[in-house]
């Protein structure tokens, strides 16, 4: 909590400097001219001061007046604050933290605005010429070596390494800031492919459950006209089916459309029906008679030992047959359609096949029913293939795995 505050008064302070950028930097100048103007009156116990008593004043004036073009010229601006400070060293004047505060300001600007290498070059040089010339002023005589040499070098070397901590402060907020932006981005992006994918699902679902009804309803009710007058019987057992094709039909399109009105927390209308659990090759034989109805004769065949599916792969198995044969119902001249199941090690052969004079593909390319088809196939990790026999009619072949790859999109088989 603490570091959150001082973050965050450190990010107003430097607001604030960035609007009013002159005005900070003219308080700080005659604060550091203070500050100045205080050491050069400054002596060693015992020792004489400079008889030059104006001599601090001007030369620590005309630095920290350099200090006005820190922001544009930073190396210019050490190069004329540092002479100025070695001049009133050479003065004799004591050599103290006040005197080279001037200095030490201009040191720590060029650390914060410009690269590693130009700090490292000026402030080497700088440390270097004040150390000499503290070492060889007269004011200095009173201390040791040592400490002529130490003390200059440490007082020096604390506004480079915190200019250096700024720098890298503020290119770590940098850093935050974009991988921000850059995560927003990202966020928005994924939305709206989830929102794609979402509708690319639904109309897939939507175009299933209307096309393959209102075909076989389309099938049943030309097949009722045809033999309406030679055959009454047969005609009022379709006429039959056709109720429950539309029964059927409303029920899946209410289940499919209920969906989309419940809310995020699952809870749908307190007053709508229970929604019916999604689709499967357990109802293959409610569609093989479906299909049957309306004039097409479905056989069936299993191969291997039939194992248990997951949700979205029986649901998609269930929609690949039923849209395959719609399209046979629908734009194939044969009157006999075979589906084969096989059940080989961990995935699952479906072939629906035809033996019509004309391939069962829709349109020559203008609809979507194989193009459904193998997005659905592809959307849990398996393939398809759809085109004409050599021998003649058409066929759909899809392998799909028992259980859908983990990079598979959750919204295909999770329909209540």
């Excluded at 400070?85 to 060029?110: E, H, K, S």
């Excluded at 020559?364 to 193998?374: A, E, L, S």
């Amino acid at each position: 909590m603490t570091t959150t505050l001082e973050r965050r008064y450190t990010d107003r302070l430097e607001e604030f400097t960035a609007r009013h950028a002159f005005l900070v930097d003219l308080t700080m100048i005659l604060a550091l001219m203070g500050c100045a103007t205080l050491g050069g009156s400054l002596t060693l116990p015992g020792a004489d001061p400079p008889d030059q008593d104006k001599t601090a004043t001007v030369l620590m004036g005309l630095a920290c007046l350099s200090l006005l073009k820190h922001r544009t010229h930073p190396r210019s601006t050490l190069t004329v604050t540092t002479v100025c400070t070695v001049a009133a060293i050479a003065q004799g004047y004591l050599l103290t933290p006040l005197l080279l505060a001037p200095l030490m300001a201009a040191l720590y600007w060029l650390a914060t605005s410009t690269d590693r290498r130009t700090t490292r070059a000026y402030g080497i040089t700088t440390m270097v010429a004040v150390t000499i010339a503290a070492v060889l002023a007269d004011s200095m005589d009173h201390l040791s070596l040592v400490l002529r040499t130490i003390g200059p070098f440490f007082w020096l070397l604390l506004p480079l390494a915190a200019g250096r901590g700024t720098q890298v402060r503020r290119a770590y907020l940098k850093a935050v800031q974009a991988r921000a932006e850059h995560a927003e981005r990202t966020r928005e992006e994924e939305a709206r492919l989830r929102v794609t994918e979402e509708r690319m699902r639904i109309a897939r679902e939507l175009h299933d459950v209307v096309a393959h009804h209102m075909a076989l309803a389309n099938a049943q009710a030309g097949t009722a006209a045809h033999l309406a007058l030679t055959s009454p019987e047969q005609t009022q057992k379709i006429l039959t089916d056709l109720t429950g094709t539309t029964s059927s039909a409303l029920r899946e399109l209410k289940a499919t459309l209920g969906l989309l009105r419940q809310d995020d927390s699952g809870d749908g209308d307190p007053g709508s029906p229970a929604l019916e659990p999604s689709p499967g090759l357990g109802r293959l034989p409610e569609l093989v008679s479906a299909c049957e109805s309306a004039g097409l004769e479905v056989t069936v065949t299993t191969e291997g030992e039939p194992q248990p599916l997951s949700p979205g792969v029986d649901l998609t198995a269930f929609r690949i047959v039923q849209e395959a044969l719609t399209n046979v119902s629908k734009h194939a001249a044969a009157e006999a359609a075979h589906v084969r199941l096989s059940y080989t090690g961990s995935r699952l052969l479906i072939t629906v096949t035809n033996d019509g004079p004309t391939a069962a593909e829709p349109a020559q390319g203008r609809g979507f029913g194989v193009m459904g088809m193998r997005e659905r196939a592809v959307s849990i990790g398996g393939e398809l293939c759809a085109g004409p026999r050599p021998q003649g009619g058409f066929e759909v072949s899809t392998a799909l795995p028992l259980q859908p790859l983990p990079s598979t999109h959750p919204a295909e088989g999770t329909t209540p």
